[in-house]
């Protein structure tokens, strides 16, 4: 639902856009529509967005903004990443709420994934 002046779309830099599509795909399920051989969006996965080819990646030791993800099985999610192929940079660690962890997929991209306390 378009809500004014809410955030609405998010984009992301990829150096491999076709391994970007691949790695999300398999890990998180995801499905891309391409527009040309530079851009492709995902929707319906919390946020719709897309990835566009670059040579630049979002990192937040650069200061980029970092997208973070939920999971229920964090450790699952884990798994899921290094299979794909993603690099996790911080291993899970716990903070006030939660626990999560922050990986690199193959498009250069750090993200995070979190998921809540165990009781």
């Known amino acids: 639902m378009l809500q004014h002046e809410k955030i609405n ?10 391994e ?26 919390g946020l719709d967005g897309g990835f566009f080819r670059s040579d630049l990646a979002a990192r937040t030791e650069i200061g980029s903004a970092l997208i973070v993800l939920y999971s229920d099985d964090l450790e ?6 290094e299979a794909a192929g ?3 940079i911080k ?3 716990s903070f006030p709420g ?5 990986f690199i997929e193959p498009g250069g ?11």
């Open 20 to 45: 970007t599509k691949r790695f999300f795909g398999q890990t998180f399920g995801w499905a891309f529509e391409d527009y040309g051989p530079d851009y492709a969006a995902f929707s319906d996965q």
């Open 9 to 18: 779309y998010v984009e992301y830099p990829s150096r491999d856009l076709e």
């Open 86 to 88: 993603g690099k996790v």
């Open 109 to 119: 991209n750090e993200l995070a994934v979190w998921s809540e306390s165990e009781a």
């Open 76 to 81: 699952g999610t884990l798994r899921k990443v």
């Open 91 to 93: 291993p899970i660690f």
């Open 98 to 102: 939660g626990r999560r962890f922050h």
